[in-house]
């Protein structure tokens, strides 16, 4: 039996070319390596509140089994490693798992990279405390069929971390003219405004799927220091959400 996939072929293949500058910070994905303190934050605080961990404590997410979805080079699932969690990376640009193992290795880290769809994993019956979906959703064919195989991934009381771009004229101007043409942070045609996602649209996909949204925060960027902070109200442009299965 065929698993149903929400993957992208097209938005895999613009991955697929960059695959090599994962790890460069002024590469074709300096904008990641730019944003990843402001979500890892955010994703730190919100594990070590699900589950009661002391991130000052040695290895705090030790016992804990997180799945980065669309992980990419290993920018979320090493320091995830590192904090002491069993860490899957899974990705469907099947060029990025050499360079994420790779990686990984140089780093002395042991991680679990593997070439697949999020649907794949749910059909083995895999199943994890947290599950990362960051900067992936507005990447799929599906984000309803994508949410639901995220809940599915998750243990009871399990903890969903995923973030995205909203939808407005000022997403617009940031993330397409801004970020692709005028900055050049990234290709021309990476990201596709129109499949972008409003607040209150994940949410309901979060509902649909099962989950319970906690909470949501916006992550923006200040062009005066030049880095990313978390704000309670601004989630206009980047923004990142958490809830748990029931």
Not at 85 to 109: F, K, T, W, Y
Not at 150 to 175: D, E, F, V, Y
Not at 230 to 240: E, F, G, M, Q
Request: proline fraction near 6%; include cysteine.
């Amino acid at each position: 039996m065929e698993t149903t996939t929400t993957i992208d072929p097209a938005e895999v293949a613009k991955f697929e070319a960059m695959a090599a500058e994962w790890w460069d910070p002024a590469g074709k994905f300096k904008p990641l390596h730019m944003l990843n303190p402001c979500r890892l934050d955010y994703i730190t605080a919100q594990i070590a509140a699900q589950f009661g961990r002391d991130l000052k404590a040695p290895a705090p997410f030790a016992g804990l089994r997180i799945l980065d979805i669309g992980c990419g080079g290993g920018l979320l699932s090493e320091p995830m490693a590192r904090l002491g969690a069993e860490v899957v990376g899974a990705d469907a640009a099947e060029r990025n798992i050499p360079v994420a193992r790779l990686h990984a290795e140089q780093s002395g880290l042991t991680i679990d990279y593997r070439h697949c769809a999020a649907e794949d994993l749910a059909a083995t019956g895999e199943r994890f405390d947290v599950v990362l979906a960051m900067e992936i959703i507005e990447h799929v064919s599906n984000p309803q069929g994508f949410t639901d195989t995220c809940a599915a991934l998750l243990k009871s009381g399990g903890l969903m971390i995923c973030s995205t771009l909203n939808r407005n004229p000022k997403s617009w101007l940031m993330a397409i003219v801004g970020a692709e043409r005028i900055m050049r942070w990234l290709p021309v045609g990476t990201h596709d405004w129109t499949k972008f996602i409003t607040p209150d649209e994940l949410f309901g996909l979060i509902r649909k799927a099962g989950l319970d949204p906690m909470d949501r925060k916006g992550m923006v960027f200040n062009p005066v220091t030049w880095g990313w902070k978390l704000s309670d109200r601004d989630l206009s442009v980047n923004y990142v959400t958490a809830s748990v299965k029931r």
